[in-house]
């Protein structure tokens, strides 16, 4: 039989949670309970959309201009998003993961981002995919096996579905203190603003409210935490369904995107990205909350999605 665009298909259940995970870029394919989808599903033999639920690596978000400098030599990687002059999601989003373990409710995938042009490190990428009663945990390790030290970064690019309706009908619990603006062109950083003051408060979220037709394409910080040091972004339908992620401080940022698409508004806002990171846009630039992985040495980010 011929093999689905998306690659390998991993089936996984547990309770009331079902999911299916795609080789292609460690992906989250699609993600129910009870039935009812939770993240913006696409189909097996489809190229996958927007990114939808890829796991991002080395780093997540941007690079301004593919160029960066780190350990004293310049790099410049291809420019994956053209039309903003800038390298998109990292490299690990179309490597094809193989299977290190599996489970009925678990699955291990595995690959080797390889030293190449711009970016001339050896990182094997692990992600594991977990159903429990709790939703899905999902975690996403680098370990650096080259010669030489590593930056790295790292996130999951989920689309919420809250239930019912789009993202201008449903509700937004975003716990940040802070935004980082940035430019209406090219989406790179200008600074941290509070939220209460930033855009004339359209972003602050911090008590669940609307969020009709607010833009957002924005990453967050100065997370507010639980006593168990984790953070929690709630989205919420009118009939009082929803979903939520929640992670630790592995990921001191999160990029929520509205997912707007002014070109094809019938495809647009119909799910909310919701993408803690380890560190914020252009870090590889700018060095913030930037992951510097030594030879032999490995860094994981986990976070868990649940029905609410």
Known sequence: MTRPLSGT??????????????SIGATLRSLTHR???????????????????????????RVADGRYTFAGARQQVALTEPERGNALHGLASWLDFGAIEQTPSRVTLGATIVAQPGYP???DVEVVFELTENGLFSSITGSNSGADAAPW???PHPYLLAGPGRVDDWSLLLPADDVLEVTEDRLLPVGVASVALANDGAWDFRESRAIGSVFIDHAFTSLT????????????????TGVAISWDAACPWVQVHTADK?????????GLAVEPMTCPPDAFNSG???????????????????AL
């Open 9 to 22: 298909q991993y089936e996984l259940r547990f309770g009331d949670y079902a999911a299916t995970i795609a």
């Open 35 to 61: 039935g009812r989808d939770l993240v913006v599903p696409f189909a097996a033999d489809e190229v996958r959309p927007a990114f939808r639920g890829a796991s991002l690596a080395p780093w997540p978000n």
């Open 121 to 123: 490190h050896r990182v």
């Open 153 to 155: 970064g790292t996130g």
């Open 225 to 240: 935490r639980d006593a168990a040091g984790r953070t929690a972004v709630e989205v919420r339908a009118a009939d009082g």
């Open 262 to 270: 002014p070109l094809e508004p019938e495809l647009g806002r119909l």
């Open 288 to 306: 913030t909350d930037l992951v510097v992985l030594q030879p032999g040495a490995a860094h994981t980010a986990g976070w868990t999605i649940s």
